[in-house]
């Protein structure tokens, strides 16, 4: 389903937006929601960033023998013993 949205641009702008719709031979909404695409793939790539960072951080802690590590089978024993 698609929501519409109402935007206010610059003149210049929206004159930019429209030319390069008339260029590419189709809509004002097809060029703008094409670069809110290309925006939001942005955004994803940033949560991306930010999970290394997060990794990298608990992988530095791990080195640094701050971040306590538990042998899988003793994990797998835990699990198997909770009530179900």
């Known amino acids: 389903m698609a929501t519409k949205l109402t935007v ?3 003149e210049e702008l929206s004159r930019r937006a429209k030319a390069r719709a008339a260029l590419e031979g ?5 060029v703008i929601r094409s670069h ?6 942005g955004l994803d790539l940033l949560e ?3 999970d290394l960072r997060v990794v ?8 640094r023998g701050e971040e306590p590590l538990r ?3 003793d994990v797998k024993a835990e699990l198997d013993d909770l009530p179900r």
Do not use: G, M, Q, V
């Not at 990298?56 to 080195?63: K, L, M, N, S, T």
């Open 8 to 10: 206010a641009l610059p």
């Open 26 to 30: 189709t809509t004002l909404s097809a």
């Open 36 to 41: 809110l695409e290309e925006f939001a793939a």
């Open 48 to 50: 991306e960033a930010e």
């Open 56 to 63: 990298r951080e608990i992988e530095a802690r791990i080195e």
């Open 71 to 73: 042998d899988w089978e």
